[in-house]
C-alpha cells in the first residue's frame, strides 16, 4: 500500500511526536510532501508499507481526531473568471497560487504543487477556483 495523504491537525495535538509514533509503531515508510503549523497543522505524507500496517495506523490516526483526506482531487482555475487580483494567494500553504509577473501583477497556478487543501476555493471573490468533479 502506497498513497499521499492531506492530514490535518488539531491545535492540541501540534506538540506530540504524532507521526513518529505511527511510523515506529506500525512499521511505515514515509515521505513528507508539505508540512506547517500556521493557520492549522497541516501535513502532506506519502506513506507506505503492508495493507494491515496501513489500515491499522489509519484507525490510530481517526482514534486520534486527526482529519485525513486522500491527495488524488484536483483543484482547476477559471482562467476567464480570474482577475488576477491576488486575493487567494496569502491563503495558499503551497506557493501554488503566486505573483507570476511583478510588472503586470499576474497571478500563476501551479497546479504541481496544490495539495487541494480547497483554502483558496471560498477566499476567491470571483468564484475562479474550484474542485474538479
Ligand atoms: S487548493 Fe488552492 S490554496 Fe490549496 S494548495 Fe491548491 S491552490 Fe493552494
Ligand atoms: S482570488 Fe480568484 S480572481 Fe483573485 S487571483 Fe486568486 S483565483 Fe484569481
Do not use: W
Not at 500496517?53 to 489509519?58: G, L, R, S
Not at 495558499?92 to 483558496?120: H, N, Y
Request: with cysteine; hydrophobic share 35%.
Amino acid at each position: 500500500m502506497r498513497n499521499k495523504l492531506v492530514l490535518k491537525f488539531p491545535q492540541s495535538l501540534l506538540d506530540k511526536p504524532i507521526i513518529s509514533t505511527v511510523v515506529k509503531r506500525f512499521d511505515l515508510d514515509f515521505n513528507i510532501l508539505h508540512a506547517q503549523t500556521k493557520p492549522e497543522g497541516l501535513l502532506i505524507l506519502e506513506i507506505s508499507g503492508t495493507d494491515e500496517n496501513y489500515n491499522a495506523a489509519i484507525k490510530y490516526l481517526e482514534n486520534l481526531k486527526v482529519n485525513m483526506q486522500p491527495l488524488s482531487k484536483d483543484i482547476i482555475r477559471d482562467e476567464n473568471k480570474c482577475t488576477n487580483c491576488s486575493a487567494c494567494i496569502p491563503h495558499c500553504p503551497t506557493q501554488s497560487l503566486f505573483i507570476e509577473d511583478r510588472k503586470t501583477m499576474k497571478v500563476g497556478f501551479d497546479p504541481e504543487k496544490c495539495i487541494a487543501c480547497e483554502a483558496c476555493i471560498p477566499v476567491c471573490p470571483y468564484k475562479a477556483m474550484s474542485l474538479k468533479l
